[in-house]
């Protein structure tokens, strides 16, 4: 089956003349070979296909061509280009050090795959809402410019649960065909639904499908889970991903960053930092992001270029009434 799709996903590029593409579908069959036992056979394709690269010798890296999901496809997934990156997030250290690893991989693959080795591409992320998840998957698209597919859970999740495993092979087969990330957000629906009715066996059928897909799939795409509940997760679920990667509401010191570096162009020389960062303890990354702008829109609707106390002191208590939280 899996060389099958390798074989349709080889036309589909010959035939759109994506050469780039073609060759990143290569190196996926030289994968398959070489777990399959055939060591000389995959060797020779690598080789074909790095002495391929090397003539080419591209001047600058285009953006992989965005073209638009059709069919089916095109109700379970939206996709756009992010102009999202890693230096607009401010991230605690180990945390970016882990992201700019599987960045790395990710833009090392070649090198990789011609020692056998697997760049990391499925990742689960775990972690409270506005915590930087979204905005992971997003600069991670942005950083390897390719396109950003976010699965749509409404439209995946069928009130027949067989329909929705073959929604899932459908997502899963778009990845042998165009390189990208793939962002299953809210990714506890499939889990947090096994109480709601009767209908146990079947859910668990989709949840198997899942397993079985992402296990198999190797793909070039970069796969990207997140959730707010990882509680609700089935445990198989994490021994079937690359990295796990957990998320959590800023200390005082990444909270000071996050509202530094968003008043960059404005005056702070006024602002008790110590009280205000106190003042927003329990608000995540994104809150702290709009209390910064809404800061930001007192001063410049007064005509002023500094931002002063009661700026960010009314802007975080906005944050904090119930009506945001």
């Not at 638009?68 to 939206?78: D, H, I, N, T, Y």
């Not at 942005?142 to 027949?160: A, N, Q």
């Not at 059928?205 to 897909?213: E, T």
């Amino acid at each position: 089956m899996t060389a099958s799709r390798h074989l349709i996903a080889l036309l589909k590029s010959h035939i759109d003349g994506d050469s780039e593409h073609f060759l990143s579908v290569a190196m996926q069959v030289a994968a398959h070979e070489a777990r399959q036992g055939h060591g000389k056979l995959a060797q020779e394709l690598r080789d074909l296909v790095d002495d391929a690269r090397q003539r080419t010798k591209e001047r600058g890296k285009k953006p992989v061509p965005l073209a638009q999901p059709k069919g089916e496809l095109a109700g379970l997934v939206s996709v756009s280009y992010s102009d999202t990156r890693f230096s607009s997030m401010v991230l605690p250290g180990d945390l970016e050090e882990r992201l700019k690893r599987v960045l790395t991989e990710q833009r090392q693959q070649h090198r990789l795959r011609n020692h056998g080795l697997v760049p990391r591409r499925k990742l689960l992320l775990l972690g409270p809402p506005g915590s930087g998840k979204t905005m992971t998957a997003a600069a991670l698209a942005g950083e390897l410019r390719v396109p950003l597919f976010t699965v749509v859970f409404d439209t995946l999740i069928s009130k027949f649960m067989g329909e929705t495993a073959s929604k899932l092979r459908i997502v899963f087969d778009a990845m042998i065909g165009t390189r990208g990330v793939y962002f299953f957000d809210e990714f506890d629906a499939i889990g947090s639904r096994r109480g709601e009715r009767n209908d146990v066996g079947e859910i668990r059928r989709v949840l198997n499908s899942f397993l079985q897909l992402l296990e198999n799939d190797d793909s070039d795409g970069l796969i990207i889970a997140a959730t707010n509940h990882p509680e609700l997760l089935d445990p198989a679920l994490f021994r079937r991903f690359d990295d796990v990667i957990r998320y959590a509401l800023p200390d005082d010191k990444i909270a000071e960053r996050i509202l530094k570096n968003r008043l960059a162009t404005f005056g702070t020389e006024e602002v008790d930092w110590e009280a205000v960062v106190k003042s927003a303890e329990g608000l995540s990354q994104s809150e702290l992001a709009r209390a910064a702008d809404e800061a930001a829109k007192r001063a410049v609707l007064v005509e002023r270029t500094i931002i002063v106390q009661d700026d960010l002191s009314a802007a975080i208590a906005e944050r904090k009434t119930p009506t945001h939280t």
